[in-house]
Nanobody, 119 residues
Framework: QVQLVESGGGLVQPGGSLRLSCVAS????????MGWYRQAPGKERELVAS???????NYGNSMKGRFTISRDDARNTVYLQMNSLKPEDTAIYYC?????????????WGQGTQVTVSS
């Protein structure tokens, strides 16, 4: 099993910044990709950003230019730097790891961390 623990969420004013972290532990090996997703009340979960095993990044449209995903393989950690935050960024942010350690890839999710953007 793989465990993912997110941290770094909180309350921030519009225009502010936060950095989320997600630490992976357990049976972590093989090819993997990491991603951040978010879910606001009454809305579907959506992609925020992802980073492939090769380091290629992808962002949701409303996050481009404001958010940056990165990872530290030595620390088994993926980060999400969020700048110029807006009230509509308020959501629970989840970390996901897709791991190819068998015939089919498996997804693992963290418990989520709340981000609230409000004055």
């Amino acid at each position: 099993q793989v465990q993912l623990v997110e941290s770094g969420g909180g309350l921030v004013q519009p225009g502010g910044s936060l950095r989320l972290s997600c630490v992976a532990s357990g049976s972590i090996f093989g090819i993997y990709a990491m991603g951040w997703y978010r879910q606001a009340p009454g809305k579907e979960r959506e992609l925020v950003a992802s980073i492939s095993n090769a380091g290629m990044t992808n962002y949701g449209n409303s996050m481009k230019g404001r958010f940056t995903i990165s990872r530290d393989d030595a620390r088994n950690t993926v980060y999400l730097q969020m700048n110029s935050l807006k009230p509509e960024d308020t959501a629970i942010y989840y970390c996901k790891r897709t791991q190819w350690d068998g015939p089919v890839p498996r997804d693992y999710w963290g418990q989520g961390t709340q981000v609230t953007v409000s004055s």
